[in-house]
Structures are given as structure tokens and as C-alpha cells.
């Protein structure tokens, strides 16, 4: 009996060191479905592709390679595609690093890894807040690039400009 306490105790010591590690979550792959979330309670006051929406990625290698796990992935009755920024297609979403140019066609939602907001071109900044990642939105370049968010979203955004 006591060997079995033993093995108990060795079990749950084990599962409680891990519970931890299992909680914490790549920061890109965060900052990826938060992207996919925005982009889903988005909407666009100009006609879109019906089948895909693209998103351009341009945030950096780390960020970059997480929203490649988007790639393919339905929403509602469109899919996403991303493409490197460089690659010539024409973005619905632009996810672009602070370090990074911040031009954009006219249309296109511009979410920026890490921007301070306003500054007139990107609608959502991904921000982190001590040790969490949260978004601010700027209403003024959203409506310039003819977006909306839904009411839901505005009331999740940690700052709304």
C-alpha cells in the first residue's frame, strides 16, 4: 500500500509540474488566433472576394510563421489564404510589425504587432499588457479603410481610439 501511495504522489507531482507548461501558450500562435478572431468580426463596407479573404503577412519571421497555421482555415463560407506581403496579391488583412512599412491599399484592415495607436493607418494594434497579449482598436483609420468591427469586438478591445 504504501508503494502504491508512493506512485500517487510521484503521479500527481508530475502532473502538477506540467500543468503549467501545458497553460502557457506560444505568443505567436496567440497573436495568430487573435488575428483570425478580429478578422472574423470584421466587416468590410466594399464588396470582398466571396471565396477567400487574404491575409498579407509582414510582422516577422516568429508572427509570420504563425499565421501560416491559418492558412487553408474556413471562415463562416470563406477560407483564408496567406501570402507573404511580397508576393503581389491583393491583402484584405495586412499584419505588419512595428518595424515595418505601414502602407496600405485602401481597404484593407491593418493589424500591427506591437504599434502605438493612432497612427493613421493601422485599426488594430496587438499589444502586450504585462504578461498578456491584448488589442486596441483605432476606430478613425478602421472607418478611412472602410471597416467596421462588430459591437462584440469593441467591447473586447482593451482601448478604443
Not at 463562416?76 to 508576393?87: D, L, Q, S, Y
Request: net charge positive; proline share 4%; glycine share 6%.
Amino acid at each position: 500500500m504504501a508503494l502504491l501511495n508512493r506512485w500517487r504522489w510521484l503521479l500527481l507531482s508530475v502532473l502538477a509540474a506540467a500543468a503549467p507548461a501545458r497553460a502557457q501558450v506560444d505568443e505567436s500562435a496567440l497573436k495568430a488566433a487573435f488575428v483570425y478572431n478580429i478578422v472574423a468580426f470584421s466587416q468590410w463596407n466594399t464588396p470582398r472576394d466571396a471565396q477567400v479573404v487574404s491575409v498579407c503577412a509582414d510582422a516577422g519571421p516568429s508572427l509570420d510563421g504563425a499565421l501560416q497555421a491559418l492558412d487553408g482555415r474556413a471562415l463562416g463560407t470563406r477560407t483564408i489564404a496567406v501570402h507573404p506581403r511580397a508576393a503581389g496579391v491583393a491583402c484584405d488583412v495586412l499584419v505588419r510589425g512595428r518595424e515595418r512599412p505601414a502602407a496600405a491599399a485602401p481597404g484593407v484592415l491593418v493589424i500591427c504587432d506591437g504599434c502605438e495607436l493612432p497612427d493613421e493607418v493601422t485599426a488594430v494594434s496587438l499589444v502586450r499588457v504585462e504578461s498578456r497579449v491584448r488589442f486596441e482598436i483605432a476606430t478613425v483609420a478602421a472607418g478611412r479603410a472602410g471597416l467596421t468591427f462588430s459591437s462584440q469586438l469593441m467591447q473586447l478591445a482593451r482601448r478604443v481610439l
